[in-house]
T-cell receptor, first 112, second 117 residues
Framework: DAKTTQPNSMESNEEEPVHLPCNHS???????IHWYRQLPSQGPEYVIH???SNVNNRMASLAIAEDRKSSTLILHRATLRDAAVYYC?????????????FGAGTILRVKS | GAVVSQHPSWVICKSGTSVKIECRSL??????MFWYRQFPKQSLMLMAT?????????EQGVEKDKFLINHASLTLSTLTVTSAHPEDSSFYIC?????????????FGPGTRLLVL
């Protein structure tokens, strides 16, 4: 499984932007970069995904490095409800079972 | 749209009994469902991949005779923990993906907390 590396934890102030980094130096050309988050005592929630180009949706933005060996999830204005564990995952191709393999993730704490 | 439910949300049982957990995709057909287990302060660990109408594929180290998975329809998968013991106490989470290319998302259920006494 292609691995990702994320900081164990990060802290942000409410209403400020948050940049969550992810390294994936062994990414292959067909791997999509997915981000999920998990609030306490809940199942994970999809945030965003991308392949090569930067992506934006209503929740966040995803900036992907030109060599695709790293990416950054951007929350434009953190709220207390964004406090969660954020997982950066390389999506396995269908022939490998279409699996999501979760790493340790980054615990995001948001201060009011 | 894209809602996945689990039932029950929590269950307490005695050691040696079997427990069944249901996972349903409410507004889409799920050709593939996944079962995860999560211990406190740890990440999710994939247990098995369940495809409708066929046998589940278990991850290495997961006992298929202990964790029985049935995916009888496109909207329902069940996980049965047979002869549960205290070490099986955990948070069990299912996810489902519609019949789309792999770059699409997975939709997760809210989880089932199992406590075996």
């Amino acid at each position: 499984d292609a691995k990702t590396t994320q900081p164990n934890s990060m802290e942000s102030n409410e209403e400020e932007p948050v940049h969550l980094p992810c390294n994936h130096s062994t990414i292959s050309g067909t791997d999509y970069i997915h981000w999920y988050r998990q609030l306490p005592s809940q199942g994970p929630e999809y945030v965003i995904h991308g392949l090569t180009s930067n992506v934006n949706n209503r929740m966040a933005s995803l900036a992907i490095a030109e060599d695709r060996k790293s990416s950054t999830l951007i929350l434009h204005r953190a709220t207390l409800r964004d406090a969660a564990v954020y997982y950066c995952i390389l999506r396995q191709p269908m022939e490998y079972g279409n699996k999501l393999v979760f790493g340790a993730g980054t615990i995001l704490r948001v201060k009011s | 749209g894209a809602v996945v439910s689990q039932h029950p949300s929590w269950v307490i049982c005695k050691s040696g009994t079997s427990v069944k957990i249901e996972c349903r995709s409410l507004d889409f057909q799920a050709t593939t469902m996944f079962w995860y287990r999560q211990f406190p302060k740890q990440s999710l660990m994939l247990m098995a991949t369940s495809n409708e109408g066929s046998k589940a594929t278990y991850e290495q180290g997961v006992e298929k005779d202990k964790f029985l998975i049935n995916h009888a329809s496109l909207t329902l998968s069940t996980l049965t923990v047979t002869s549960a013991h205290p070490e099986d106490s955990s948070f069990y989470i299912c996810s489902a993906t519609p019949g789309r290319p792999y770059q699409e998302t997975q939709y997760f259920g809210p989880g089932t907390r199992l406590l075996v006494l």
